[in-house]
Each structure stands twice: as structure tokens, then as C-alpha cells.
């Protein structure tokens, strides 16, 4: 939110100074002020109002707990007092806002008005800037893009018949973490509502299999898409927050609380959400009630070394009405709950069978080669094992199992064979 805006100009006799402000007294002391100003514009009067040189480029500056953004303009003519104007309008803000949005703002403001003043003297001859003529226009205009900004977060405020100010405020978020095969996108908007003919074709084709189930690379796959082309546009939701990526659900994963379960525990109002959102069909046609102490004694219970499958076999009397799967997801959305991956780490060379542990390494058997994790074909050439590549332990199980395409069982079946693997929970 802009907390003032100002228009200040450099004049023979006086040096800097602010010839319009809003609010009034914001940033000079007037009479009819009624608040001290937002901070000492004199100290910092040559930051703004600076030497050519520094003239034609953006200018941040923080003082008082105030961010300051000016864009100060030098245009060189015979027709000023020492061959020069230099003005500034420039934007305060709150020091800990985000600034982003509004570089665009004070940019487009300083080319704007150094166009009207190159056409047709617009700041000299405003009354406020000691012409006569226009009778205080800039200070309108200052009010109105002030008011505007603030309330609408845009303005289109005519000042001619051939000059318009247009200003939006876009928001800036920021990069959206990458988007891997094995994550599963949840969405948190109705897509299919807000789509229409003119999306692109791909995300056209990719958002009905977005169901929070399906991974990156199965909706590839579902979809008929290009999985390159998939992940850009489930970036491109992810950036404006129209998704969430999970990890695939199965019932052979870990899952823990955090310290954050605490939220649960003393936010009724999440309790509520929770228990409506894990109910299945059969708890919401019936009588029976999710309550809040059962709630967090289900999620207390789930701990390390212990899957998913077993606790649900422990719990399967507490469990009755209960959607296991919105159930973890829940958890996982408000961040008290996480997932205890699984990484594979060879800690000797492969055994002199680890060929057959997959079946697409080679056109043919060859001999083990113990020292790089290769094997040798037929023809003296080595070729490296799909599988030594994810054996370092920094691929997830889920990586290994989508990239390979196979299943955990099947995996586990592959690391047997392949020698000595190590299986690390964290």
C-alpha cells in the first residue's frame, strides 16, 4: 500500500523541494497538516533530486522505516534556468513491503511526464511549479493515482485528449520450486470453471486428469501431452497458486507429525475443516462423528519405522469413516505432517549378477566391472546400470520407481540382486 506520493523538482533559488504531496504534510510540514512528516526530506533531498549524472535510473531509498521509490528525470534545454529540469515523482511505502510491483509504477510515471513536458511544458507551466496555466494539475493527478492505487490496485486517469495515464499493479510471486515426474499435483481451484477455449491446448488436455492422485508423469501419460510441455504448464500453476504437488500416496510410505501438530490441537476451527474433509461418504450420510480427540490421536500415532499399512491395521476400529488418503493429505497441506522418503545408497561395486537385476542394460550379457559400477558388452564396450546412477543417495525411492517404471516391490526385488544397498528412512 502507498503510504504518500510526492512530486518534487529542483528550482534555481530554493535547491530541491516538494512542490506537491498527498497525503498533505506527508512529506514537507504545512499548516493545515495535521501529522508530522513520514520522515526529513532535506537529509535526503540530493538522493532524489541528485546531480545529472545519477539522473534516468531508479532510485530506492530507506529512511524512518519508509522505502522510498523515485525514478529522478534530467531533461537538458536552452529554455530552463541552467539549461536543465530535473524532477522526481516518486512513491513511499512501508519498508517491509514488496517493492516489486511498484518499479514499474514510478518508471512509467517518469517517461509519462517527461513526454508531456517535452510536448507541451506540462510541469512548467503547472501553477504549483510556479507557471500559470494549468492551475495545479499535477496535484490532481497525484491524489488520483494515489487514491486509485490504493483502493483498485490500477488507474486510468485522462490528462488530454491525447495522453491517458494507465497503471497496473501486478502482483510478483515468486519462482515456483521444479516440477519433478514423481510429484502429484492437488489443485486448489475449480480449473475446470475458470478454463476456457482460449487456455493453451496442452493445459486443456492435462487439468481433467489433475485429481491429486495422479503423478507428473502418469498425467503426461493420460493426457497424450508432451512431458516437457505437462510440466511447464503445471508450472505455470503452481506459480499462481492454483496448485499443490504431493508426494504419491501408497500404503508401504512413512509418515510423521511435526512439532506443528500443536496447530491442530489448539486451532478449533482446523479441527473442524479436518474431520469434514477426511470424512468419506459413508460418515457424511450417517450419524457417526469424526471427533476433534481422535482426530489428533490418529495423527500422534503415526511415527517413524512404522507404514502406513501397519498403523492402519492398528487402527483400523478408529480408522471407520475415515479417508486414509485425505486423511495423510491434510495433514501434509498444513505442514504437520510429513513423508519419510527412501533413498538407496550402494555401498560396494555391483555383484557380478547385477545385470539381470534390469533387463534393459544391454543387448547381451558381459562381465562385471567392480570398479565403476559398469559392465562390459560383448563387443569390450561398457555401459553403465540404469540403476547405479540412483544408488548415491539423493533419488527418492518415488524417482527411482517413476523414472524406471516400475513398481517399489519390483525395485526392491532389482537392489537385492544388484549387492550390497543400503536402505535409508529420512
Given at each position: 500500500m502507498i503510504k504518500a506520493i510526492f512530486f518534487s523538482k529542483f528550482l534555481t533559488k530554493e535547491g530541491p523541494k516538494v512542490l506537491h504531496q498527498v497525503p498533505d504534510g506527508s512529506i514537507v510540514p504545512t499548516p493545515s497538516a495535521t501529522q508530522p512528516p513520514l520522515f526529513h526530506f532535506p537529509s535526503i533531498s540530493s538522493y532524489l533530486i541528485p546531480r545529472q549524472e545519477f539522473c534516468d535510473r531508479l532510485v530506492t531509498i530507506c529512511v524512518n522505516r519508509y522505502r522510498i521509490l523515485g525514478y529522478p528525470v534530467c531533461i537538458t534545454a536552452r529554455k530552463y534556468d541552467r539549461n536543465e529540469l530535473i524532477f522526481n515523482f516518486a512513491i513511499v511505502l512501508e519498508e517491509e513491503a514488496d517493492m516489486s510491483s511498484y518499479q514499474t509504477v514510478v518508471r512509467k510515471l517518469a517517461k509519462l511526464f517527461r513526454d508531456l513536458e517535452e510536448q507541451g511544458e506540462f510541469l512548467s507551466r503547472d501553477a504549483g511549479s510556479g507557471g500559470n496555466g494549468e492551475g495545479g494539475k499535477v496535484y490532481a493527478l497525484c491524489e488520483m493515482i494515489l487514491e486509485d492505487l490504493n483502493n483498485y490496485c490500477e488507474c486510468m486517469i485522462p490528462i488530454d485528449e491525447s495522453n491517458t495515464i494507465n497503471i497496473k499493479l501486478f502482483p510478483m510471486y515468486p519462482p515456483p520450486p521444479p516440477v519433478k515426474a514423481w510429484h502429484v499435483p492437488l489443485s486448489t481451484v475449480r480449473l475446470e470453471s475458470v478454463m476456457d477455449v482460449n487456455w493453451d491446448l496442452t493445459m486443456q488436455k492435462i487439468v481433467p486428469h489433475i485429481n491429486g492422485i495422479n503423478s507428473v508423469r502418469r498425467i503426461s501419460e493420460l493426457a497424450d501431452a508432451d512431458y516437457k510441455l505437462t510440466c511447464k504448464a503445471l508450472s505455470h500453476l503452481l506459480y499462481y497458486g492454483c496448485l499443490l504437488?504431493?508426494?504419491?500416496?501408497?500404503?508401504?510410505?512413512?509418515?510423521?507429525?511435526?512439532?506443528?501438530?500443536?496447530?491442530?490441537?489448539?486451532?478449533?476451527?482446523?479441527?473442524?475443516?479436518?474431520?469434514?474433509?477426511?470424512?468419506?461418504?459413508?460418515?457424511?450420510?450417517?450419524?457417526?462423528?469424526?471427533?476433534?480427540?481422535?482426530?489428533?490421536?490418529?495423527?500422534?500415532?503415526?511415527?517413524?519405522?512404522?507404514?502406513?499399512?501397519?498403523?492402519?491395521?492398528?487402527?483400523?476400529?478408529?480408522?471407520?469413516?475415515?479417508?486414509?488418503?485425505?486423511?495423510?493429505?491434510?495433514?501434509?497441506?498444513?505442514?504437520?505432517?510429513?513423508?519419510?522418503?527412501?533413498?538407496?545408497?550402494?555401498?560396494?561395486?555391483?555383484?557380478?549378477?547385477?545385470?539381470?537385476?534390469?533387463?534393459?542394460?544391454?543387448?547381451?550379457?558381459?562381465?562385471?566391472?567392480?570398479?565403476?559400477?559398469?559392465?562390459?558388452?560383448?563387443?569390450?564396450?561398457?555401459?553403465?546400470?540404469?540403476?547405479?546412477?540412483?544408488?548415491?543417495?539423493?533419488?527418492?525411492?518415488?524417482?527411482?520407481?517413476?523414472?524406471?517404471?516400475?513398481?517399489?516391490?519390483?525395485?526392491?526385488?532389482?537392489?537385492?540382486?544388484?549387492?550390497?544397498?543400503?536402505?535409508?528412512?529420512?
Open positions: 504437488m504431493l508426494d504419491i500416496f501408497q500404503f508401504s510410505t512413512i509418515y510423521a507429525v511435526t512439532a506443528d501438530i500443536n496447530m491442530l490441537i489448539e486451532d478449533k476451527a482446523m479441527q473442524e475443516e479436518c474431520a469434514r474433509y477426511i470424512a468419506s461418504s459413508s460418515t457424511l450420510f450417517g450419524n457417526e462423528e469424526i471427533t476433534p480427540i481422535r482426530l489428533i490421536d490418529l495423527y500422534a500415532s503415526l511415527r517413524q519405522g512404522h507404514t502406513l499399512k501397519n498403523w492402519c491395521i492398528e487402527h483400523r476400529e478408529g480408522l471407520e469413516g475415515v479417508d486414509i488418503r485425505r486423511f495423510v493429505t491434510f495433514g501434509i497441506i498444513k505442514g504437520f505432517l510429513y513423508r519419510v522418503q527412501k533413498y538407496a545408497v550402494a555401498v560396494a561395486p555391483p555383484a557380478p549378477n547385477a545385470a539381470d537385476a534390469d533387463q534393459e542394460v544391454t543387448n547381451g550379457k558381459g562381465h562385471s566391472d567392480e570398479s565403476n559400477g559398469t559392465i562390459g558388452s560383448k563387443g569390450g564396450s561398457k555401459m553403465e546400470l540404469p540403476l547405479t546412477k540412483y544408488l548415491d543417495g539423493t533419488h527418492c525411492f518415488d524417482e527411482i520407481c517413476t523414472e524406471l517404471q516400475i513398481s517399489e516391490k519390483e525395485l526392491l526385488s532389482k537392489l537385492k540382486r544388484y549387492g550390497d544397498v543400503q536402505i535409508v528412512h529420512r
